[in-house]
């Protein structure tokens, strides 16, 4: 039960008919005999006029269940002359435990996990220490002049290098997603150390043909969660990135053919891997970075496989240990 006033004594008073008043009066700190001194006192203008206001709202309402508070205050004013809110009369509905009715019923199923692979990653993509350990997908739209293609990336989490992109021209197509893939395994070819690919949980790689092509891979599948693109932060900033540069910097609105929007792709892609500044690398680019790293150039560290998962955000997480502390 909830009351619009939250005086000790009138909370007391809505709970006594199904509560002990013993009971209330320790639970609110207040003694039985301020009480009753409180109830049996004589009863004000407010207080005479929040009662009459209540029985009125209550009549209301049973003369006309299929509406809320907001139709039943407009009814006051109109037709009681009233002079009522909104909200006040909310808080009487709240009081009352009431609420619009309707015959429409609504069904609530509850979801079904249908998760073909488990999320490795979660919130410790800081972790990645080496290059090809976590491989990033996802498709994006381009709409160039009059075209549409599908876009789709793969990533390299840990020197941001774009290892394979696939351009199609057609709604849902799935060759993209496979061609891309095997360039891929191809890449990965002769790698004693596995790779997780990383991925949403979209048609095609949800599909039995494309994880059949890894069978034979030391490649580990992971998926993010239904309807959590932050499960997969890596590819969703770097979309956005590229499709601001191919449109400001690389004219991509300009093309008039297919063959031209290929051709901007293909300088776009050399541009970022071997010339663009990434400000995750220090302001490095992502072959010279990868370079560096199988050099000896850079700290080897051994973070990934400590990682400790967690579906809480990262905030959450932090404000935890902020408290702790």
Known sequence: MYSFKTEEFEIIELLSRDYDIKTLCQLMGVSRSGYYKWKNRDK???DINREAMIALVSEIHEAHPSHGYRWVAAFLRLNYGRSCSDSYIYKVFRCLGIQSQTKHKPHYKPRKVRDLYPNLIFTTWETVDRPRQVIVSDMTVLKPWIFYFELTLYFDVFTKQILSWKLSNRRGGREQYLDGLSDVIELLNGSR????????????????????????????RSMSRAGKPTDNPVNEALNGWIKEELYMDFRL?????????????????????????????????????????????????????????????????????????
């Open 193 to 220: 150390e596995p790779t997780i690919i990383h991925t949403d949980q979209g048609s095609v790689y949800s599909s039995k043909a494309y994880n059949e092509l890894i069978k034979d891979s030391n490649i580990i």
């Open 253 to 325: 609105e300009e093309c008039r053919t297919e063959d031209d929007v290929r051709e901007v792709l293909h300088r776009y892609v050399n541009f970022y891997n071997k010339q663009r500044p990434c400000f995750a690398l220090d302001y490095d680019t992502p072959d010279h970075y990868c370079e560096r790293f199988n050099r000896g150039e850079l700290e080897h560290r051994d973070t990934f496989s400590q990682r400790v998962l967690s579906e809480k955000p990262k905030f959450m997480q932090k404000k935890r240990t902020t408290k702790k502390k």
């Open 44 to 46: 004000s203008g407010r």
